[in-house]
């Protein structure tokens, strides 16, 4: 069974600038989530998207977007890029469904690596 | 969700058995406690998940008792490549895949 995809691996953009990242989840997993990872915050939460919807949002800015396509496939959006935003952005599959007598397994992907200049 | 403490850091040697112990003192009912590994530069890899008493895998045990207001992840024989940082999470049932994590433990195993 292939795992979590992300593309691109690495990405250099310049400040201002705007990055779409994607995510393909494991098959048959239908949700997806985002997570950002930096030295000094760590393991911090995007969002998540359950068959197409966004069910929960972290505490980032509006400049962080994010959208899921009918094959479950993810892609993360973010504008007006600042230097703040390097970091590695790592995508997580779930069979979640969301039955509250079930917590499911997160699969990662191996991150993209965003450097903004 | 409950606010996991865990050691920032612990060294072992090849061969030892490394028990990490995290403490969860605001746990909720539907809570299940959640340990993940992560490799420099790589995404989290799940180790093993449970709700009470202990539970076993291939890789890991992990003891939980029975007020789960803390648990222990205990991995058998650690070899140099369990070097990584391990994250002990609390999710809720039904969680929306908004997993918390908190610092986690650099484990070092030295030769």
């Known amino acids: 069974k292939a795992g979590v995809t992300q593309t691109p691996r690495y990405l250099i953009k310049t400040r201002g600038q705007q990055v779409t990242l994607s995510c393909s989840p494991i098959?048959?997993?239908?949700?997806v989530s985002w997570y950002q990872q930096t030295p000094g915050q760590g393991l911090q939460f995007l969002f998540e998207y359950f068959s197409e919807t966004q069910r929960n949002k972290g505490n980032f800015p509006g400049r962080f977007s994010g959208r899921q396509f009918s094959n479950s496939r993810s892609e993360m959006n973010v504008s007006t890029l600042e230097l703040g935003d390097s970091a590695l952005y790592l995508c997580?599959?779930?069979?979640?469904?969301?039955?509250?007598?079930?917590?499911?397994?997160?699969?990662f992907g191996p991150g993209t690596r965003l450097t903004v200049t | 969700l409950a606010k996991t403490t865990q050691p920032i850091s612990m060294d072992s040697y090849e061969g030892q058995e490394v028990n990490i112990t995290c403490s969860h003192n605001n746990i909720a009912t539907n809570d299940y406690i959640t340990w993940y590994q992560q490799f420099p530069s790589q995404g989290p890899r799940f180790i093993i998940q449970g709700y009470k008493t202990k539970v076993t895998n291939e890789v890991a045990s992990l003891f939980i008792p029975a007020d789960r207001k803390s648990s222990t992840l205990s991995l058998p024989r650690v070899s140099l490549s369990d070097t990584a940082v391990y994250y002990c999470?609390?999710?809720?049932?039904?969680?929306?895949?908004?997993?918390?994590f908190g610092k986690g433990t650099k484990l070092s195993v030295k030769p």
């Open positions: 098959s048959g997993h239908r949700s």
């Open positions: 999470l609390v999710e809720r049932g039904g969680s929306q895949g908004n997993l918390i």
């Open positions: 997580a599959s779930s069979f979640a469904s969301g039955s509250p007598k079930n917590s499911y397994e997160q699969y």
